[in-house]
C-alpha cells in the first residue's frame, strides 16, 4: 500500500531545503574547463547537463547521475562533488539532470539516463573539441551514480550491455537496486524505510515496482556488464539489497570491486569535505577508474 504522498508545495518545499543542504557544504574544486549542455532524447525532451573537465586532455569521461530518491537534487547541488571526481580521478565527468518525479515518473528518468550515456561516444568528441581531446587509444567511458542516481546507472549499464556500447566500468555508490523494503536492514531502519517507500511512490506505480528497469536486481542477468566498483556506507538501510547486487555481480562474472565507507551514513559521499571516510572512497574511485581498460 503506498504511503500518503507529499504535496507539490511540501516537495518544492524538501527540494530547497535539499539545494541549501548541499550549498552549505562548499563550492567545489575550480577546474580547468566546463560547459553546461543540451543533450537531445528520443521523446524530443532534451536533458540538461553539464560537462566538467579537470584537464585538456581528460583520461575518460565518467557519466553521473546524482542521488535524491529521483525527486531530489541537480547537476547544481552535486556540481561540488561532480568537480572533485573529476579532480581527483583526472577524468571528465559529465552530470546528468535526469527527469526528476513525480512531474516526470518512471521510465522517464531511466531514458535522460541512457541518451546521455549514449551521447558520449556519439558525439561527445565532434561536438565538444574545444573542450576535450580525444585520446589515441579512444575515450574510456564509464557510468556512475549515487543512491536513487546509483540505481539508475546500473540500468543503463544493463542497457549497454544489451545494445553492444561497451563500458569501462560501473561506478554504484549506494545504489538502490530493488524495491522490497523487508531486508532486515531496512526494518532496523524505518526511517530511512518509509522514506525509501515514498520516493518509490513518487517515482513509479505500484506494479512497475518489479521492472527491471526500475529494480535492476531483477534482472534476468547481470552477466557481461562493465567491471564495478561498489561503494556503501557502514550504516545504511540499503545494504542488504547493494549487497546482494555486487554478490550478484560477482557470481554471474563481473569484476567486482568493493568499499565500505567506515561509520557514515547514506548520502555521506557528497561530504568528503569533513568525513574522512568519504575522503577516501573518493581516493578509492578515482584510484579505480584509472584502472579501467
Request: hydrophobic letters at 45%.
Amino acid at each position: 500500500m503506498s504511503p500518503d504522498l507529499p504535496t507539490r508545495a511540501e516537495i518544492a518545499a524538501r527540494r530547497a531545503e535539499n539545494a541549501a543542504g548541499k550549498a552549505a557544504l562548499g563550492p567545489g574544486p575550480s577546474l580547468q574547463r566546463h560547459r553546461t549542455l543540451s543533450i537531445p532524447t528520443p521523446d524530443n525532451v532534451s536533458v540538461r547537463a553539464r560537462l566538467l573537465v579537470p584537464t585538456a586532455s581528460p583520461r575518460g569521461v565518467l557519466v553521473y547521475l546524482h542521488g535524491g530518491g529521483w525527486v531530489l537534487g541537480s547537476i547544481d547541488t552535486f556540481d561540488r562533488l561532480g568537480r572533485e571526481l573529476a579532480r581527483r580521478s583526472g577524468w571528465a565527468v559529465l552530470m546528468v539532470d535526469y527527469a526528476k518525479a513525480p512531474e516526470r515518473r518512471f521510465p522517464d528518468a531511466v531514458e535522460d539516463a541512457w541518451a546521455a550515456l549514449q551521447w558520449v561516444p556519439e558525439h561527445a568528441g565532434a561536438e565538444l573539441v574545444d573542450l576535450l581531446t580525444p585520446p589515441a587509444e579512444g575515450w574510456r567511458i564509464a557510468v556512475g551514480g549515487d543512491s536513487a542516481g546509483g540505481n539508475l546507472a546500473a540500468v543503463a549499464a544493463l542497457r549497454a550491455r544489451d545494445a553492444g556500447l561497451l563500458l569501462d566500468g560501473q561506478l554504484l555508490i549506494y545504489p538502490v537496486t530493488d524495491s522490497d523494503l523487508d531486508r532486515p536492514s531496512y526494518r532496523s531502519d524505518p526511517a530511512s524505510r518509509a522514506r525509501l517507500d515514498e520516493f518509490w511512490s513518487l517515482y513509479c506505480r505500484d506494479e512497475q515496482r518489479t521492472d527491471p528497469d526500475a529494480v535492476p536486481l531483477r534482472a534476468s542477468s547481470l552477466a557481461g556488464t562493465a567491471p564495478a566498483l561498489v561503494v556503501n556506507a557502514e550504516f545504511d538501510a540499503l545494504n542488504d539489497e547493494v549487497d546482494l547486487y555486487a554478490s550478484r555481480l560477482a557470481a554471474e562474472g563481473v569484476p567486482v570491486e568493493r568499499h565500505t565507507m567506515a561509520g557514515l551514513h547514506h548520502g555521506s559521499i557528497s561530504h568528503w569535505g569533513t568525513a574522512p571516510a568519504a575522503s577516501e572512497a573518493l581516493f578509492v574511485v578515482a584510484a579505480w577508474l584509472n584502472r579501467a581498460r
